[in-house]
């Protein structure tokens, strides 16, 4: 299947822009990802200051965006146009989504809106399926999992780095062509299970 090759592409929705980062949103991305609430469930610890959070910010965004997944937006509202949030898709195998949002924007639907948006443009890139992951105490993070229609596969244990403890992680997937398939690295190199998961 042929894979368009987009670059992130401006997204517009009812109340969202999705666009680039640019490096002059690095003040916008510290405050996000210096937010205790936020980045409680993620696997770094919350930075603490913008040239702490240059390193992450160049890995996870910047430097993505010569690649042919380059799938790495900032959550902004229209009013504004600045950075309150993020989305974006995993140049790896699982094509794995992930997200994050200030905590004074939670319960307000915004990041269910940008990554329906997100997963619109992966669907329609041609990419074949998509997963997601999240912690199991994270129930928020799996809710926007079920309302993009993804279905709970498996669960998995695994020793978070760098923060270094165990987390039992439950996988989601939402398969685009009609194939009954499922993503097995997680399944293949953890110890696993599978939950009666009730939506």
């Given at each position: 299947?042929?894979?368009?090759?987009?670059?992130?592409?401006?997204?517009?929705?009812?109340?969202?822009?999705?666009?680039?980062?640019?490096?002059?949103?690095?003040?916008?991305y510290?405050?996000?990802?210096?937010?205790?609430?936020?980045?409680?469930?993620?696997?770094?610890?919350?930075?603490?200051?913008?040239?702490?959070?240059?390193?992450?910010?160049?890995?996870?965004?910047?430097?993505?965006?010569?690649?042919?997944?380059?799938?790495?937006?900032?959550?902004?509202?229209?009013?504004?146009?600045?950075?309150?949030?993020?989305?974006?898709?995993?140049?790896?195998?699982?094509?794995?989504?992930?997200?994050?949002?200030?905590?004074?924007?939670?319960?307000?639907?915004?990041?269910?809106?940008?990554?329906?948006?997100?997963?619109?443009?992966?669907?329609?890139?041609?990419?074949?399926?998509?997963?997601?992951?999240?912690?199991?105490?994270?129930?928020?993070?799996?809710?926007?999992?079920?309302?993009?229609?993804?279905?709970?596969k498996?669960?998995?244990?695994?020793?978070?780095?760098?923060?270094n403890?165990?987390?039992?992680?439950?996988?989601?997937?939402?398969?685009?062509?009609?194939?009954?398939?499922?993503?097995?690295?997680?399944?293949?190199?953890?110890?696993?299970?599978?939950?009666?998961?009730?939506?």
């Open positions: 299947m042929e894979i368009l090759q987009e670059n992130s592409p401006t997204i517009y929705t009812n109340r969202l822009i999705l666009r680039k980062f640019a490096l002059d949103d690095l003040p916008y510290h405050k996000i990802m210096s937010c205790k609430v936020t980045n409680k469930y993620l696997p770094w610890f919350p930075t603490k200051s913008e040239q702490d959070a240059l390193g992450i910010y160049h890995r996870n965004c910047l430097d993505n965006y010569d690649k042919t997944c380059g799938y790495r937006y900032a959550i902004c509202l229209k009013e504004d146009n600045i950075p309150i949030g993020y989305c974006g898709m995993s140049d790896s195998p699982s094509n794995g989504i992930g997200y994050g949002l200030l905590v004074q924007f939670w319960n307000k639907g915004i990041v269910t809106e940008a990554v329906n948006a997100l997963v619109d443009r992966i669907k329609n890139a041609g990419y074949p399926f998509i997963t997601a992951t999240h912690d199991v105490n994270n129930v928020y993070s799996g809710a926007v999992m079920r309302k993009l229609g993804m279905q709970y498996y669960s998995y244990r695994e020793l978070w780095q760098p923060k403890y165990e987390v039992t992680f439950r996988m989601y997937q939402l398969n685009f062509d009609g194939v009954d398939r499922t993503y097995m690295e997680y399944w293949d190199k953890y110890p696993h299970f599978v939950e009666d998961i009730i939506d």
